[in-house]
Nanobody
Framework: QVQLVESGGGLVQAGGSLRLSCAASGSIFSSNAMGWYRQAPGKQRELVAAITKGSTTTYGDSVKGRFTISRGNAKNTVYLQMNSLKPEDTAVYYC??????????????WGQGTQVTVSS
């Protein structure tokens, strides 16, 4: 059974920074891609960033240049460094572990979500 445990969410003022962490455990392959999605109230869940084992990355347009995704040395952890946060970044952020190496993250597992709130 796969489990994803997220941490690092919270309340921050606009312009501030937060770092999210996600650790995967269970029957997983370190070669699988990982990433982060977010969902704001009344909106669809959207991709924030994704990363492959080889550290190829992709970002949503709204976070490019402000957020950075990375993986830990053990490859079963993923981080999201969020800088220059804006009120519109407020959402529940979900960790995603793909069942394949593909950066598209089409199929996989979800974490329980962590709330990020950015005040103006």
């Amino acid at each position: 059974q796969v489990q994803l445990v997220e941490s690092g969410g919270g309340l921050v003022q606009a312009g501030g920074s937060l770092r999210l962490s996600c650790a995967a455990s269970g029957s997983i392959f370190s070669s699988n891609a990982m990433g982060w999605y977010r969902q704001a109230p009344g909106k669809q869940r959207e991709l924030v960033a994704a990363i492959t084992k080889g550290s190829t990355t992709t970002y949503g347009d709204s976070v490019k240049g402000r957020f950075t995704i990375s993986r830990g040395n053990a490859k079963n952890t993923v981080y999201l460094q969020m800088n220059s946060l804006k009120p519109e970044d407020t959402a529940v952020y979900y960790c995603r572990l793909s069942t394949t190496w593909s950066i598209t993250l089409d199929n996989g597992y979800w974490g329980q979500g962590t709330q990020v709130t950015v005040s103006s």
